[in-house]
């Protein structure tokens, strides 16, 4: 049966691959984008490709487009999608950049959450919501602890929707990527070089060598999107959703690690 997906940050990324592949298999897909330039480039994309979507704004951090879209649209499913990084040393990290990410990642997430929601209980309609969070939810990876405190919080957030909206027939479930070459981690990276100076920082600039190295080392992310549509469209999917294997495999190993670790 064809469900109306909404997907957010899908002007590239995980949410692009996978609004795409939702389309092509007949399902019917919103897919938006932060700014109206990425709009016009993913409807010519999406037409070039003769895929059949609808493409529109929303900026989770903007009060009027989450009006717009909550008005807007009636679904069946929401991928909460949109997400940003800011890297550095949480010691020094500027405090302005770790607000402004926890309003798109957390604040951004839930606020679109709860408007669909509160439609899905006033139409007393089955309904899901599918967050993206990452690894870092359940691993806080060094010089982006930040980040990582954001898909935490976004990860709580989640698990208590799933108790609290279960008698409401409204199911929840995380997607959690590993290392993906979407180029959302170079971005990440590259954040960290519009503030940090080794000369005043107290932070060594060796903290960060092997970056290069990692980063070279990332994914296909056409195999994280084909787990996300999966959760998407499978009634009874996991709640959390790591992949590939191997990272899931290794998180659980740092989270038992954990119990033991010295202060």
């Known amino acids: 049966m064809s469900k ?47 895929i059949a979507l609808t493409v529109d704004k929303l900026d989770v951090t903007n009060p009027k487009d989450l009006a717009y879209i909550h008005d807007k649209y009636d679904i069946d499913i ?9 890297g550095g040393p949480i010691a020094e990290q500027p405090l302005d950049l770790i607000r402004s990410m926890f309003d798109v990642n957390v604040f951004g997430g839930l606020e679109l959450a709860q408007g669909f929601i509160k439609k899905f209980i006033d139409q007393e ?55 993906f070459g979407t180029g959302f981690n170079d971005r990440g990276v590259d954040t960290i070089s519009r503030w940090y100076n080794s000369e005043t920082n107290f932070t060594p600039s060796s903290a960060f060598d092997g970056t290069a190295e990692a980063l070279a080392n990332q994914l296909d992310p056409q195999s994280m999107a084909d787990c996300i549509v999966n959760v998407v469209l499978d009634d009874h999917s996991n709640f959390r959703n790591v992949h590939p294997k191997e990272t899931e495999s290794f998180v659980k190993q740092l989270q038992a690690d954990a119990w033991t670790a010295k202060s």
């Open 125 to 179: 309609k089955p309904g899901k919501i599918v967050f993206t969070t990452s690894m870092g939810e359940l691993w806080t990876v060094p010089y982006v602890a930040a980040y990582c405190a954001s898909k935490h919080a976004m990860g709580s957030i989640a698990e208590g929707l799933k108790t609290e909206l279960a008698e409401f027939n409204i199911k929840i479930a995380t997607c959690n990527p590993g290392v």
């Open 4 to 50: 109306t997906i909404l997907i957010t940050g899908a002007a590239s990324g995980f949410g692009k691959i996978v609004a795409f592949d939702l389309a092509k298999k007949g399902h019917e897909v919103i897919a938006t984008v932060q700014v109206y330039p990425q709009m016009s480039d993913l409807i010519r994309e999406a037409k070039e490709l003769g």
């Open 78 to 86: 929401l991928v909460s999608n949109a997400g940003i990084m800011e």
